[in-house]
């Protein structure tokens, strides 16, 4: 039997004003800070509150919450349903403790029908896609900006992730914790152990943190929140407390992690060539709130291959970073307007990197030495500084500078954005950004040399069901920053997004939403070119069955394109059952289409979950003749063994283009992994094969 847990001494907190200077190369950023606001710090605050009891008792995780510790804790429960607005009719019970090294999460989820439920998944770091499902969120600085999260099925599986100022869910973000589950006659419950040193925060006593807690259950479609706020769901600003937190003496691991690498990779193209590459992944814990991380000569290798698609589109394509190294602090890069595009970085020979929080700040910093790709291939070093500033309660400012000189020339870009709440509902947002750049290409001579300007200004209404919001856009013709993604320069002019979205447990539908939205841009000629309308409306009926239908009409001057949209997916809450049928007819380009896409999930071994897309599209071109566009796509990822996995992508176009990506993964020793990777591509312009093998460790 364990000694039951003892109470903490607590310590009075103090506060002040702070000062915050970063050096940045060539640049140099300093801000002054307000005195540091404390989001709904009053205990008569309308969001519940939960005391974290101080323990210095072992955790023992085995998801039973038989510790006599547990016992002493505070519970929490009375989690609201998101679609009656009243208790769910299943409740969870929470409790929290800690010592000065760890979190420790407790939690019973109630349940009349034990034999109804789900889980399955019992990969880590994989979406909860059909399981029930538990979400721990938790704001260490409880600023109301970020948050971690920490997911759990009632297999005890883990899954983690977290949130920047953007509110953009960030599932690169990775760390080490541990959780175990267990199944009882009315209830299953779970324990979680999660070191404070995966976690930014403050070493202060008498801490109040942002948390809540979110459940989802499938077999009657129910989410529920410990906290809740109809607008702003999953929002760390309307999330309860967690208090009690006294933190002065918690202990500080660096947690460095080292892991070296050795790589080869087989070409064959015609010709047989082997490449042979080594490199070096460094992490370490500056502060308790700041991390950094460092990489030598980085191999991406067995990272699974983008998703092909047959888009009907006239700007460039925006796709999602896959690569670790630039997903971790990738939540606190984000603006209304992308001038940070991490897939602008392609070939790395070192790269640096640090983020974290100050009193009153978050920043993320990086310096890179690489190739970049953007128009043309450029090398150079690159500097990418953002900072986020608190302002009251849920406002920020935000701050970026990116400098990258380069053998071509450089590319210096700076920008200030802001999201300033004005009332509840009423929220404004902005960005003003300036560009310089100097850029030649060995064949065409000086290539670019300009100034480039970007504003953005926008009034927000966001009060459950309703979300208004009014833009007004203006970028000059050539605002392309290298590091940026822009898909539209030298536009001018207005934009309005209206949105209904409703959720019932009594009416004939479970979710409904209507939306509008509407773009007139004008160029530096004062010519219209782009003037879009676009209406969308979906559906979950109380059958579940999933209806949605849209129609668009698009001036791109010169052409005047519209598309009309219609889809129905039967057991639409059923991930696995659920089938997606979409018909899509209209004209791009001059040319009418017509479009027809099937999608389907399967499941048959629970460790096998596999994903297949079809989308063919038939053309009508100018001539007269029919021309055929199709897109089959089979994703897998079959989870063999406690350590062991094999992804798939195969994909193939109806014009021989095709992708064809298999990838073995095998922890064979602890910490240590083996890939081996195939790929086969045709792009249209090159073809060929390649086998990859990597041996990472990490000390």
């Known amino acids: 039997m364990r000694p039951p847990g003892r109470l903490c001494q607590h310590h009075q907190c103090r506060s002040g004003l702070y000062r915050c ?83 420790y999460v407790g939690v019973e989820c109630l349940d009349t029908d034990m034999a109804a439920i789900r889980a399955t998944e019992r990969r880590e770091d994989r979406s909860f896609v059909a399981d029930d499902w538990v979400e721990v969120h938790v704001d260490p600085p409880h600023n109301h900006r970020g948050k971690y999260a920490f997911f759990t099925n009632p297999l005890g599986t883990r899954a983690d992730a977290n949130e920047g100022p953007s509110g953009q869910f960030n599932y690169g973000w990775s760390a080490e914790w541990d959780c175990a589950a267990r199944l009882h006659a009315d209830r299953w419950s ?20 942002g948390f809540n807690i979110t459940r989802l259950q499938r077999r009657t479609d129910t989410t529920s929140f410990w906290s809740f706020s109809a607008t702003d769901v999953y929002k760390p600003r309307h999330f309860g407390h967690l208090t009690g937190l006294d933190l002065a003496s918690a202990a500080f691991d660096r947690n460095w992690v080292v892991t070296p690498y050795l790589s080869a990779r087989t070409d064959f193209n015609g010709d047989t060539d082997t490449f042979l590459k080594a490199g070096l992944d460094v992490g370490v814990r500056l502060t308790p709130a700041i991390t950094t991380a460092l990489a030598l000569n980085p191999d991406f290798g067995q990272v699974e291959a983008d998703d092909d698609t047959i888009e009907l589109r006239d700007t460039e394509r925006f796709l ?48 890179l030495q690489s190739s970049l790709a953007h128009d043309g291939p450029y090398y150079g070093n690159s500097t990418v500084l953002r900072v986020s500033q608190d302002l009251r309660e849920r406002s920020y400012l935000g701050y970026y500078f990116a400098d990258s000189e380069l053998d071509q020339g450089h590319s210096r870009v700076g920008s200030v954005d802001g999201y300033v709440f004005l009332t509840d509902a009423w929220r404004c947002r902005w960005q003003g950004a300036v560009a310089e750049e100097v850029l030649r290409d060995d064949s065409r001579g000086l290539d670019k040399d300009r100034l480039d300007f970007l504003g953005n200004a926008s009034l927000l209404y966001e009060r459950y069901p309703w979300n208004l919001g009014l833009t007004y856009n203006a970028l000059t013709k050539g605002f392309d920053p290298l590091l940026g993604y822009v898909p539209r320069r030298d536009i001018f002019g207005p934009s309005w997004l209206g949105a209904y979205r409703r959720e019932s447990g009594t009416a004939w539908y479970k979710r409904l939403t209507l939306s509008y939205d509407t773009q007139w841009y004008r160029n530096d000629r004062q010519q219209t070119t782009v003037h879009d309308h676009e ?26 394109n519209w598309r009309c949209l219609a889809g129905v997916e039967p057991w639409a809450s059923d991930y696995w059952k659920s089938i ?23 499941k048959f071994w629970e460790r096998l979950p596999l994903r297949h897309e079809f989308v063919v599209r038939f053309e009508e071109p100018p001539p007269g003749r029919d021309d055929v566009v199709w897109l089959n796509r089979v994703v897998f990822d079959l989870f063999l063994a406690d350590r062991m996995w094999l992804k798939s992508s195969l994909q193939h176009r109806h014009d021989g283009r095709h992708n064809l990506s298999l990838i073995y993964g095998w922890e064979f020793r602890r910490n240590t992994w083996w890939y081996l990777v195939f790929n086969q591509v045709d792009d249209g312009t090159e ?13």
């Open 687 to 699: 073809a060929g094969s390649s086998v990859f093998t990597k041996l990472t460790y990490t000390f």
């Open 190 to 209: 779970f324990e979680m152990r999660i070191p404070l040193k995966v976690l930014n925060y403050f070493r202060r006593d008498g801490q109040t943190w």
């Open 580 to 602: 997606e049928l979409q018909w899509a007819g209209g004209i791009f380009q001059d040319i009418p289409y017509h479009e027809v896409a099937l999608g389907k999930r399967y």
């Open 535 to 560: 209406w969308w409306a979906s559906t979950v009926l109380r059958n579940d069955l999933g209806l949605r239908c849209a129609y668009e009409n698009e001036f791109h001057r010169p052409h005047t």
């Open 21 to 103: 200077s970063l050096g940045l190369g060539l640049a140099a950023l300093t801000l002054v800070s307000a005195p540091a606001a404390l989001p709904h710090s009053d205990p008569q605050a309308p969001v519940p509150s939960l005391r974290a009891l101080c323990v210095e008792a072992p955790l023992t995780v085995d998801g039973a919450l038989d510790e006599p510790f547990w016992s002493e804790c505070d519970v929490g429960t009375g989690l609201i349903d998101t679609r009656t607005h009243q208790p769910a009719r299943e409740q969870t019970l929470v409790r929290v403790a800690f010592t000065q090294t760890h979190l």
């Open 320 to 367: 999602p970073e896959k690569r670790l190294f630039f997903r971790e602090g990738d939540e606190l890069i984000r603006m209304p307007h992308r001038l940070y595009y991490s897939r602008r970085f392609t070939d790395i020979d070192a790269a640096l990197k640090a983020s974290g929080l100050l009193d009153g700040f978050a920043f993320a910093f990086q310096n």
